[in-house]
């Protein structure tokens, strides 16, 4: 199997702005940002959406969520943002390494397009 994208930003093979980064999970801003802040929580397990994901993924799940509560925190966000995870190309997603977007900065509508 090729590398994922962001294997590749793990592996420093291609470069990134990296923000956070620790055993389970790696943080980094979103290339083509929607919000004034827009980061991208992901793990450095390889599991392409999250409906692929199983109870032996339940730690890094976890994990994952506790990241970005504590990168928002850092970044003095407020309190106030968004996590949204695009499960399947008809969803939205376009990279199949699971990751978390964490946007804020600016009013967010619901529903979400
Ligand atoms: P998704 O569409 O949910 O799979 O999200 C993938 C995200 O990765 C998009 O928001 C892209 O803008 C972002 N992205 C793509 N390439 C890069 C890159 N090289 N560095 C940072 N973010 C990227």
New binding site residues.
């Given amino acids: 199997m090729s590398e994922t ?1 962001f294997e590749k ?1 793990i592996n420093r093979e ?1 470069p ?1 702005d990296i923000i956070y980064e620790d055993d389970l999970s790696i943080v ?5 940002p ?1 919000a004034p802040t827009h980061l ?1 929580i992901i793990p450095k397990k390889v599991i392409p959406k999250l409906s692929d994901s199983s109870i032996e993924d339940q730690e890094v799940l976890g994990h994952l969520m506790l990241v970005a509560g504590k990168v928002a925190e850092q970044l003095n966000l407020d309190n106030t943002f968004r996590i949204v995870i ?1 499960n399947g190309a008809k969803a ?4 199949f390494h699971l ?1 978390l ?1 964490l946007l804020s900065g600016r009013s967010l509508n619901w529903p979400p397009g």
């Avoid at 939205?92 to 990279?95: A, K, L, M």
């Fill in positions: 994208l930003i291609i990134a980094i801003k979103d290339i083509h929607q991208l695009n939205g997603q376009s990279v990751h977007h």
